[in-house]
């Protein structure tokens, strides 16, 4: 059974780093596109970044610079790097992916992690 597991949420201050992880366990043929998410309370969920192919990315403006999408495709695992963290990135954050299972002649379905709390406060 495919699932995404997050991991590396936190609390840090303002101008610190995180970097968030997400592994695709399963049977994995391919894992296209990947993307993350974040929901602050009140609001409503957000695109924060997404890499297609391995090389193509998008960044939402409020965090171009800042953080960087990747992808280990060998690992199965994509990361969110974090830097220069303001107040407003506080959210949960949640992985998101497109993956066809193993051996491949099935369809392309989108799963969720199980999100993790960034909390930037002093």
């Known amino acids: 059974q495919v699932q995404l597991v997050e991991s590396g949420g936190g609390l840090v201050q303002p101008g610190g780093s995180l970097r968030l992880s997400c592994t695709a366990k399963?049977?994995?043929?391919?894992?296209?596109?990947v993307r993350w998410y974040r929901q602050a309370p009140g609001k409503e969920r957000e695109l924060v970044a997404a890499?297609?192919?391995?090389?193509?990315?998008y960044y939402t403006d409020s965090v171009k610079g800042r953080f960087t999408i990747s992808i280990e495709n060998f690992k199965n695992t994509f990361y969110l790097q974090m830097n220069s963290l303001k107040r407003e990135d506080t959210a949960v954050y949640y992985c998101n992916a497109e993956i066809i299972e193993g051996p491949g002649y099935g369809p392309s379905l989108e799963y969720w992690g199980q999100g993790t709390q960034v909390t930037v406060s002093s």
């Open positions: 399963g049977n994995i043929f391919t894992l296209n596109p």
């Open positions: 890499i297609v192919a391995a090389t193509n990315t």
